[in-house]
């Protein structure tokens, strides 16, 4: 069980400088290597002792992963670039402010000084029976505790859920997928491309794992093509404190109206299921739409289309209709 | 999580929250080990048959003289609609059992838990009904290895080993090996259902709500571990299946299941109709007028 203890357990600490030799490393030590990227995430493990790795792969000296550059086709942020930078930089604030919003509703000033933008999408669950070391699917078991008559599972998933019931925590992670993002994650097989909202994997798929990141892989950028540019952004961030918290439920829109008429949108929430959420059958039935209440309404009430709530989190329900309402109608209700 | 299980680590253990050493599942390096084993199995086999193995039967000693085999069908019925039914989808359900369940854990991710639940729920329904109608609709005691049986494979095992035994007799309706793999498949197939039922109750059904507290942490350690432990045991048993049913000697019982019935030189050759008599047709002479075949 989660014990705090003073000292991380020893580990033998790798801070490669480049790209190849963080992979050659993961390569060398393959499951038993540990990728630390801002470590806010890792330390909590490491220090509760439910995750022991005998090597950990710092990438905080890879400098190739840092910072935002201007492609031919959007902008490329690199995954070790920091929640700060990223909400800072004026480029993305100009053309991409939904994402520089979701950063900003990370955590603190100081997390997110630390925090990278490549660790808030790869982080893991914040379940707490999981976070606890309890033998669960997600820790390799054969139980969710969550999931049972006296489980605590106020903050947990309302939707595609399969045996685990825990979340994906991200801010950034919708609004990446409102914005159409691509992943670049390199593998032992060269670089890989992936759409943002298939980045993300859910229990049904493989129950202890978040990502489609495998043993080997680095997630090296994240590129945000200019499709959406400019678009009418709406993010929204529920949680139980206002200074510093996950979110209990959020949501992210991109959208292009024409004469008030929704012409395109992507839409994503997290915090309802294991994965964040792309609502493409609300997207679809927007569409063609006046951007109004009647339109909102509907789109509230076909977003929680499917939802089953657990003993203690029947609220997210209506909380992911009206976050959805309010992100089609963009206005606070 | 802890892998004990002996220095082999065969059983992966965890600790519960109540701080109870409690089994999880089975190592799935067991997966490897059933699979090669199997192949290992399929080669070795092979190189039997062809280098060393002689003929079970010797050609001579039909068992049934000439007039005798002549009252035999040109078909003899084997298996009826019903049987071959079942075993269709008793197949296809196992197929769709061990491609769900064992593709992820090659790296085939996809979301598997419906689709195998599903699949178990037919082959559990499929069985249930093969139950009933053995016992009803079939000659139930065929499957069941008998007291010539082992008698008969005591010889076989002396005359392969070149010591002097008599010659062995021929088959019932099912050889040996038949029967011997129906009674091991029949055990790993009511482990897999029984532990498989209960698990669902773990898993989001139609049928009934979650209780993963049906069940002491260790009972369900160890429903678990037999689940997998039977479920990476129909890896190699398929296999062996597959592999014996395409073999072209045995080809012919194959296609007995396909079609329903073996040809009579092949029931002469392979079987004893003493031990499975078979329906006679009335010679042509006996006949009626009537029911006589235009010349």
Not at chain 1, 45 to 62: A, G, N, T, Y
Not at chain 1, 162 to 184: E, G, H, Q
Not at chain 2, 88 to 97: D, E, H, P, T, Y
């Amino acid at each position: 069980m989660a014990v705090i203890h003073d000292v991380i357990p020893a580990f033998e600490l790798f801070q490669p400088t480049s790209v190849d030799d963080a992979l050659a490393l993961q390569a060398r030590h393959g499951a038993k290597a540990w990728v630390l990227a801002g470590g806010l995430d890792s330390f909590d493990w490491f220090k509760d002792r439910i995750k022991r790795p005998e090597v950990v792969i710092d990438l905080s000296q890879v400098k190739e992963l840092r910072g935002v550059r201007t492609t031919g086709d959007g902008l490329e942020i690199g995954a070790m670039t920091t929640l700060t930078e990223v909400v800072r930089h004026p480029m993305i604030r100009e053309k991409f402010s939904i994402l520089p919003n979701a950063a900003e509703a990370a955590a603190s000033p100081q997390i997110r000084n630390q925090g990278t933008i490549g660790g808030n999408v790869s982080q893991d669950a914040r379940c707490w029976y999981y976070r606890g070391g309890w033998p669960c699917y997600r820790a390799g078991g054969n139980i969710c505790y969550a999931d049972t008559p006296t489980g605590l599972n106020r903050e947990h998933a309302i939707l595609d859920a399969d045996r685990c019931v825990a979340v994906n925590p991200s801010d950034t992670a919708p609004a990446l997928i409102a914005l159409d993002a691509k992943m670049v994650v390199r593998t032992p097989k060269g670089e890989r491309v992936v759409d943002a909202e298939n980045y993300f994997i859910g229990p049904g798929t493989d129950i202890t794992k978040m990502t489609i990141l495998q043993p080997g892989d680095l997630l090296t950028s994240i590129r945000i093509p200019s499709t959406w540019a400019g678009a009418q952004f709406y993010f929204e961030k529920v949680r139980d404190r206002a200074v510093w918290d996950f979110a209990l439920v959020n949501v992210a829109a991109a959208m292009v109206t024409s004469g008030g008429t929704i012409q395109r949108i992507r839409l994503a929430a997290n915090g309802v299921a294991a994965h964040p959420v792309r609502l493409t059958a609300v997207e679809a039935a927007v569409v063609g739409k006046p951007r109004n209440e009647e339109t909102a309404e509907m789109a509230g009430q076909l977003a929680i289309r499917g939802a089953q709530p657990l003993q203690y989190n029947g609220y997210k329900v209506p909380l992911l209709r009206n976050l959805v309402k309010r992100a089609i109608r963009g206005t606070a209700a | 999580m802890l892998l004990v299980g002996g220095n082999l680590n065969l059983i992966q253990w965890a600790q519960s929250p109540w701080g109870q050493q409690i089994p999880t599942h089975i190592s799935w390096t067991l997966l490897w080990v059933s699979a090669i084993g199997a192949l290992l199995f399929l080669i070795v086999h092979a190189l039997y048959v062809s280098i060393w193995a002689k003929p079970a039967h010797s050609a001579a000693s039909s068992g049934a003289s000439g007039a005798a085999a002549a009252r035999i069908p040109e078909r003899v019925p084997r298996h009826n609609l019903s049987a071959r039914l079942f075993h269709a989808i008793m197949a296809l359900s196992m197929l769709a059992l061990l491609f769900t369940a064992f593709l992820p854990k090659v790296g085939v991710q996809f979301p598997w838990v419906t689709y195998h639940w599903i699949a178990g729920i037919v082959l559990s329904i499929s069985v249930v009904y093969h139950i009933f109608d053995a016992f009803l609709g079939q000659d139930f005691w065929s499957i069941w290895p008998d007291k010539e049986d082992i008698e008969d494979a005591g010889r076989r095992m002396k005359r392969a080993l070149g010591q002097a035994a008599p010659e062995p007799r021929k088959f019932a309706k099912y050889p040996l090996e038949n029967k011997l793999y129906h009674l091991v498949v029949m055990l790993a197939g009511l482990s897999v259902i029984a532990t498989g039922l209960f698990m669902m109750k773990r898993v989001r059904t139609p049928f009934f709500p979650r209780n993963p507290y049906l069940f002491s942490d260790m009972t369900w350690g160890w429903m678990y571990v037999l689940h997998g432990l039977a479920g990476v045991g129909f890896v190699a048993l398929v296999t062996v299946h597959i592999y014996m049913a395409i073999r072209p000697e045995k080809f012919f019982i194959t296609k007995s299941m396909i079609f329903g019935w073996m040809s009579r030189e092949k029931y002469l050759e392979h079987h004893d109709p003493s031990r499975w008599p078979v329906a006679e047709q009335v010679p042509a002479a006996a006949q009626p007028e009537s029911k006589k075949a235009p010349a």
